[in-house]
C-alpha cells in the first residue's frame, strides 16, 4: 500500500546544516512536498518538485529527489531557530479514485539549538 | 485575500455531545479535505469532497461526518460515536493535486 516514512526528530545547532530525509510508495507521484507546521498552527507549503527533476533549490532550502531508491530529502542551509518546526513529507497519490489526494510521513521535529 | 478560515480556534466539548467544526475557503478550490492530527502520529484523513454534493470516507471516518453543500464550505462533525475526539483538526483545500494543498490553522477540539 502507499506509504512514506520520515524519521521523527532531528537536532542541530544554529548555523548548521538540516537534512531531513523521506522515503515513499508510490512510484507514480507526479509531485512531492515538504510543508512546514509551527506550533499549534497550519501546514504551510514550503517547497515542492516534479518527478522529472532531482533537484530544486529555493533560497535555503535544498530538495533532492532519488526516484530509483525512493527517496526525498530537504536540506535547510544556515538552519536558524526560526527553522525549528515539524515538516512534513508528501507525496501525490495517483490511480483510480486517488486523484488529488496526498499521502503524508509522520512528520519530523526539527529541534534546532542556539 | 484568499485563504481558508478554520473555526473556533479552540473547542470544548462534554462527552456524549456532537460538535461541528468550520471550514470556510474562498479560493474556488473544488476538492476539501478534513485530517486528525495526534501528537507523533502525523496526519490521517477523516474525509475528503472533490466536488459539491459528493464526499468520500477517509481512513479514520468511523464516528464523524461531513456536508458540502457549497464549494466554499466542508464542516466536520465530531459525534458522540466518536471514542477519542480530543486531537488537533485541520482543513485543507485544492485546486488540483499538482499544486499541493492549502491548510487551515486548525481547530484544537478537547473532550471534558
Known amino acids: 500500500g502507499e506509504d512514506v516514512e520520515q524519521s521523527l526528530f532531528l537536532s542541530v545547532r544554529e548555523g548548521d546544516s538540516s537534512v531531513i530525509n523521506c522515503t515513499y510508495t508510490?512510484?507514480?507521484?507526479?509531485?512531492l512536498y515538504w510543508y512546514k507546521q509551527e506550533p499549534g498552527a497550519g501546514l504551510q507549503l514550503l517547497t515542492y518538485i516534479f518527478s522529472n527533476m532531482d533537484m530544486k533549490q529555493d533560497q535555503r532550502l535544498t530538495v533532492r529527489l532519488n526516484k530509483k531508491d525512493k527517496h526525498l530529502s530537504l536540506r535547510i542551509a544556515d538552519t536558524q531557530t526560526g527553522d525549528s518546526a515539524i515538516y512534513f513529507c508528501?507525496?501525490?497519490?495517483?490511480?483510480?479514485?486517488?486523484?488529488?489526494?496526498?499521502?503524508f510521513g509522520q512528520g519530523t521535529t526539527l529541534q534546532v539549538k542556539p | 485575500d484568499g485563504g481558508i478560515t478554520q473555526s473556533p480556534k479552540y473547542l470544548f466539548r462534554k462527552e456524549g455531545q456532537n460538535v461541528t467544526l468550520s471550514c470556510e475557503q474562498n479560493?474556488?478550490?473544488?476538492?476539501m479535505y478534513w485530517y486528525r492530527q495526534d501528537p507523533g502520529q502525523g496526519l490521517r484523513l477523516i474525509y475528503y469532497?472533490?466536488?459539491?454534493?459528493?464526499?468520500q470516507k477517509g481512513d479514520i471516518a468511523e464516528g464523524y461526518s461531513v456536508s458540502r453543500e457549497k464549494k466554499e464550505s466542508f464542516p466536520l462533525t465530531v459525534t458522540s460515536a466518536q471514542k477519542n475526539p480530543t486531537a488537533f483538526y485541520l482543513c485543507a483545500s485544492s485546486l488540483d493535486s499538482n499544486y499541493g494543498y492549502t491548510f487551515g490553522s486548525g481547530t484544537r477540539l478537547t473532550v471534558v
Open positions: 508528501a507525496e501525490t497519490l495517483n490511480g483510480s479514485g486517488n486523484t488529488g489526494k496526498l499521502i
Open positions: 508510490d512510484s507514480s507521484s507526479t509531485y
Open positions: 469532497s472533490q466536488i459539491v454534493n459528493d464526499f
Open positions: 479560493l474556488n478550490h473544488d476538492a
